[in-house]
């Protein structure tokens, strides 16, 4: 069932978690990897591998960065366009729905990529999952989540018994990537106004009212959201990704 793919990317956090680096350069074009190509530019080429040719960035803090850097696409083989948040537009579900007003999704469905989470989610696959199911909205599942801090089982009188340093557990977590039936999407939100979390307030209210699904995922993932966690991105993620996005450059060093 063709459909022209589009793909709004969550970029206009202010990054306080990576200062003093974000006073400089906002936190999407935080470099990485033996290529120091932005977060963002591993985003938008895993986006237009998938099929996706039309790319939203969602942005706001030192936007000029980004779309100096991105332009409108043509050097990735897309069209970007930007939409920029402002003080009536907050938070992750204000900055979707500002962009859905100002006519940036033509299709009929759209994912949403966060655009501090680095994934090798097959993207085409999770968007036509979400229309053959004729869900409302999709979201990308791991069945198991490392808990980042050691965790310690007491025994009686409070005697540490066992000590496990960052276990696995059997957790359904979402990492990042959901997509959602525009329709539904503006009409839940007619509910919240125009500042609100999509995981914190939208989310609840759908799961009980629409059609939402899990598209369960098992590769690898990684959460950059703050300094510490972009310090402990896996060496050998990065490079099978650089030499997948950037074979002519992921070699030099």
Excluded: C
Excluded at 49 to 68: A, D, P, S
Excluded at 167 to 181: C, E, S
Aim: no cysteine.
């Amino acid at each position: 069932m063709p459909q022209d793919r589009t793909a709004l990317v969550l970029a206009g956090g202010k990054g306080r978690r990576f200062r003093p680096y974000t006073d400089l350069i906002p936190k999407p074009m935080i470099p990485i990897g033996n290529t120091e190509k932005p977060i963002l530019e591993f985003i938008v080429r895993i986006l237009a591998e998938g099929g996706f040719k039309r790319i939203v960035l969602l942005v706001g803090y030192k936007w000029k960065y980004i779309y100096n850097y991105f332009g409108s696409g043509e050097r990735y083989g897309v069209e970007i366009k930007y939409s920029i948040d402002d003080d009536k537009y907050k938070d992750t579900g204000g900055a979707v729905l500002k962009a859905l007003k100002e006519g940036l999704v033509d299709s009929t469905d759209f994912l949403v990529w966060y655009g501090d989470i680095l994934s090798v989610v097959d993207v085409a696959d999770l968007y036509y999952s979400h229309l053959d199911m004729g869900a409302d909205a999709t979201l990308t599942i791991a069945r198991r989540y490392q808990v980042p801090v050691g965790v310690v089982d007491i025994g009686e009188g409070g005697k540490v018994v066992g000590v496990v340093e960052k276990p696995w557990v059997d957790l359904r977590v979402f990492i990042g990537m959901a997509v959602f039936k525009k329709s539904s999407f503006m009409e839940h939100s007619k509910h919240l106004g125009t500042s609100f979390d999509i995981m914190g307030d939208l989310m609840p209210r759908m799961a009980g009212e629409a059609e939402v699904y899990a598209y369960y995922y098992d590769g690898p993932w990684f959460d950059v959201g703050s300094l510490e966690r972009y310090e402990k991105i896996s060496e050998k993620f990065i490079s099978d990704l650089e030499g997948k996005l950037f074979p002519s450059e992921a070699s030099v060093s």
